[in-house]
């Protein structure tokens, strides 16, 4: 069973920063492709932020430029080092592996909350 836990989040002023950290455990974290997703209020969930087996990095045109995801293998963690917060980036974070109709999602955490004041 992998379980997902994030952290980091928390209240910030617009223009300031945070970093958030998923530990995953109860799978063989370093082959799965992960991701940063976020859901505002009354929102889908979206995919952020994006990190390959080999280190390729893939943004969301909204936060391009101001978040940068990276992984420790070794530690089983995805990291999101977010910069220049705006108010539209409140949401919940959540972390996962990239999935598809025929790779699933893990079962979600509990997510960690962003919250940005103008």
């Known amino acids: 069973q992998v379980q997902l836990v994030e952290s980091g989040g928390g209240l910030v002023q617009a223009g300031g920063s945070l970093r958030l950290s998923c530990a995953v455990s109860?799978?063989?974290?370093?082959?799965?492709?992960t991701g940063w997703y976020r859901q505002a209020p009354g929102k889908q969930r979206e995919l952020v932020a994006s990190?390959?087996?080999?280190?390729?990095?893939n943004y969301a045109d909204s936060v391009k430029g101001r978040f940068t995801i990276s992984r420790d293998n070794a530690k089983s963690t995805v990291y999101l080092q977010m910069n220049s917060l705006k108010p539209e980036d409140t949401a919940v974070y959540y972390c996962?592996?990239?999935?598809?109709?025929?790779?699933?999602?893990?079962?979600w955490g509990q997510g960690t909350q962003v919250t940005v004041s103008s």
């Open positions: 996962n592996r990239l999935f598809t109709s025929q790779i699933p999602p893990w079962n």
């Open positions: 990190i390959t087996t080999s280190g390729t990095t």
């Open positions: 109860g799978s063989i974290f370093a082959i799965y492709n």
